[in-house]
């Protein structure tokens, strides 16, 4: 015979106490509620200041004003840094990701917040699938790429850094966009102290400025005077491994089509004779071209032996491993 189901009485609390059960229980999910939309929203703004990591610039014919096809939006920053690299200079990278530029997106993240800069590699495409597949991988590791939608090759550079300039003002928003090299050890903290003074001139050509009495084509082995472009005199213009244009000048090039402008062997006297054509204020800062780690050196490099260091991939290391380089007190310059 089955036996009978079993039944719990359960005595039933008194009011007092149900009552202070149900408001408890009250606070606690309105609590819960608060604090989840308060997340959501935290996470939400974080997202939508957080800046651009890698991404893939190309143009087209039918793309806004400036030929960027970019749906991104313009991400605010105070200054953004173009390490200029290529397909053989995957040893440099491994280098500055071991020194100055953080190889993990977290201590990236940190030092872009630190400085008010952000800091990417800037590089073109080749017809070369293994060095392709090769930097597909780099990419997905790091996440710290701009990349160009031009042939990557050294007899391109004026029109990489055209390109440069042009990608880097639709996506960020700066007041200033500065192109490095990859060969030069560099304190993003003084370099962030710099670009953050206050200037009187909207239209800046922040760098180590030289002089230069010709100018060579590698192809053809012909010498051209300077004197061509302004008479007997010669023009002012920076060194190649770091300078900076500010967002007004930026924006100008942005402006002009691309048959505005001539184009000469070198880069750095190519971006020199552009500056020729604005009303730019030429601000010369020696600390950007250092040969030595000093309190108020913002740019290293083995100058005038190299254009930049010699034997990078080793000097950066070395380098990082001083204290006056890497360990020193970011000390005003003496322009400050």
Not at 38 to 64: E, H
Not at 73 to 99: A, P
Not at 154 to 168: D, E, G, V
Not at 216 to 232: F, N, Q
């Amino acid at each position: 015979m089955p036996s009978s189901p079993k039944l719990f009485h359960a005595r039933a609390p008194s009011s007092s106490k149900s009552t202070f059960l149900i408001f408890f229980c009250l606070i606690v999910g309105i609590a819960g509620f608060i604090f989840g939309i308060s997340a959501i929203l935290a996470v939400s703004r974080g997202c939508s200041n957080s800046p651009l990591r890698s991404v893939k610039v190309r143009w087209t014919t039918s793309a806004n004003n400036d030929g960027l096809a970019s749906e991104s939006k313009r991400h605010k920053v105070m200054g953004f840094v173009g390490i200029q690299t290529g397909f053989g200079s995957t040893g440099r990278r491994r280098s500055l990701r071991k020194t100055w530029m953080p190889s993990d997106r977290q201590g990236l993240q940190r030092l872009e917040e630190a400085t008010g800069l952000a800091f990417r590699f800037v590089i073109g495409r080749t017809s070369d699938d293994s060095k392709m597949s090769a930097l597909k991988k780099e990419v997905a590791e790091y996440d710290d790429f701009l990349l160009l939608d031009i042939q990557e090759e050294y007899s391109n550079l004026p029109y990489k850094t055209l390109a440069f300039f042009r990608a880097a003002y639709a996506l960020f928003d700066s007041d200033f966009y500065v192109k490095a090299d990859d060969d030069i050890y560099l304190r993003p903290d003084r370099l962030s102290l710099l670009l953050a003074k206050d200037r009187t001139h909207s239209q800046t050509y922040l760098g180590c400025m030289k002089k230069g009495p010709v100018f060579t084509d590698p192809k053809l082995k012909w010498y051209e005077p300077l004197s061509y472009l302004i008479g007997k005199e010669y023009f002012l213009h920076a060194y190649g491994p770091i300078y900076a244009l500010s967002a007004d000048v930026v924006a100008n090039l942005v402006a002009l089509r691309n048959d505005s402008f001539r184009m000469f062997s070198n880069e750095d006297v190519t971006i020199g004779s552009w500056m020729l054509s604005m009303n730019v204020n030429h601000e010369d800062n020696r600390q950007l071209c250092a040969a030595d780690c000093t309190p108020t050196s913002i740019a290293v490099w083995d100058i005038p032996k190299c254009s930049g260091l010699c034997n990078p991939e080793k000097r950066l290391l070395e380098l990082h491993q001083q204290d006056s380089c890497s360990k020193s007190p970011t000390l005003p310059s003496d322009d400050e």
